[in-house]
T-cell receptor, first 112, second 115 residues
Framework: GDSVTQMEGPVTLSEEAFLTINCTYT??????LFWYVQYPGEGLQLLLK?????DKGSNKGFEATYRKETTSFHLEKGSVQVSDSAVYFC???????????FGKGTRLSVIA | DAGVTQSPTHLIKTRGQQVTLRCSPK?????VSWYQQALGQGPQFIFQ???????QRGNFPDRFSGHQFPNYSSELNVNALLLGDSALYLC??????????????FGSGTQLSVL
């Protein structure tokens, strides 16, 4: 079945550092890929998405590129802020109305 | 416009008891899904309701059941609680027929602790 693997956390960075959170997936066909963010005490929020190979999703300074050849969707941000501290989930959607399949999440802590 | 609302926010039960969690979808949404997020894990799909019927189900035992009401709100029921049922239960809503989960909105969840 479909699966998503994320790098283990927690990740602790200083403010303005570069962020990479690795995500790889296993799926048949051509899934859509997502990054969700979960702030303390809140539900999941969609951060960005990509629907086909070589698409780049971006939002709030975060970016991720859909790499079919490496089945990856790594999340990057050039300069993190304390407010980016949260848990980040990589997810895939195999087809339109199917449920999301999530990775285990990566906790990011940014210190001033 | 209220988003997805869930109640209660926290709940403590003992093994063997039964629990009911509630969800009101975002305005305009008619489809509700439930996910279980165990500590340190990603959310796992339990089931989805549309038109008051269960449309899809994940790999969860029959102890997990649900209901959707005519106003699109939903309940998740768990019988014979086990310690392993302790988790954050997330409700998510969308419009049926929207081609992607991009338009899926999550509530803040109900934290269930089973002692």
């Amino acid at each position: 079945g479909d699966s998503v693997t994320q790098m283990e956390g927690p990740v602790t960075l200083s403010e303005e550092a570069f962020l990479t959170i690795n995500c790889t997936y296993t799926a048949t066909g051509y899934p859509s890929l997502f990054w969700y963010v979960q702030y303390p005490g809140e539900g999941l929020q969609l951060l960005l998405k990509a629907t086909k190979a070589d698409d780049k999703g971006s939002n709030k300074g975060f970016e991720a590129t859909y790499r079919k050849e490496t089945t990856s969707f790594h999340l990057e941000k050039g300069s993190v802020q304390v407010s980016d501290s949260a848990v980040y989930f990589c997810a895939l959607e195999h087809s339109g109305n199917t449920p999301l399949v999530f990775g285990k999440g990566t906790r990011l802590s940014v210190i001033a | 416009d209220a988003g997805v609302t869930q109640s209660p926010t926290h709940l403590i039960k003992t093994r063997g008891q039964q629990v009911t969690l509630r969800c009101s979808p975002k305005s305009g949404h008619d489809t509700v899904s439930w996910y279980q997020q165990a500590l340190g894990q990603g959310p796992q799909f339990i089931f989805q309701y549309y038109e008051e019927e269960e449309r899809q189900r994940g790999n969860f035992p029959d102890r997990f059941s649900g209901h959707q009401f005519p106003n699109y709100s939903s309940e998740l029921n768990v019988n014979a609680l086990l310690l392993g049922d302790s988790a954050l239960y997330l409700c998510a809503s969308r419009e049926w027929g929207v081609a992607t989960n991009e338009k899926l909105f999550f509530g803040s969840g109900t934290q269930l602790s089973v002692l």
